[in-house]
């Protein structure tokens, strides 16, 4: 739904899925760019942060952190 730009039905996916497996980091940081893309941005920014706490090791998670502050004008975090 993400790549048809059907955001809403996306989170609402997303967020079901995040029930079901609450440890997937890869699920936290979709949802969290999905609700950023949505104009969520604090929420987004949450579900991503757990994400990277997840995995705080796993390269994509660390990437996609980064990315989702440098989004949301956090750049000096993102560098970090």
Same mark, same amino acid.
């Given at each position: 739904? @993400? &790549?048809?730009?059907?955001?809403? +039905? #996306?989170?609402? &996916? &997303?967020? +079901?899925s995040v +029930?079901?497996?609450?440890?997937? #980091?890869? &699920?936290? @940081?979709?949802l969290g760019f999905c609700k950023i893309s949505n104009e969520k941005s604090q929420d987004g920014m949450e579900d991503c942060k757990r994400a990277f706490d997840l995995e705080p090791n796993d390269a994509d998670m660390k990437f996609g952190y980064a990315r989702a502050l440098f989004s949301v004008g956090k750049l000096e975090e993102a560098l970090e």
């Open positions: 739904y @993400m &790549l048809q730009q059907d955001l809403v +039905k #996306a989170e609402e &996916l &997303l967020q +079901k +029930k079901i497996q609450p440890n997937f #980091a890869p &699920l936290w @940081m979709n």
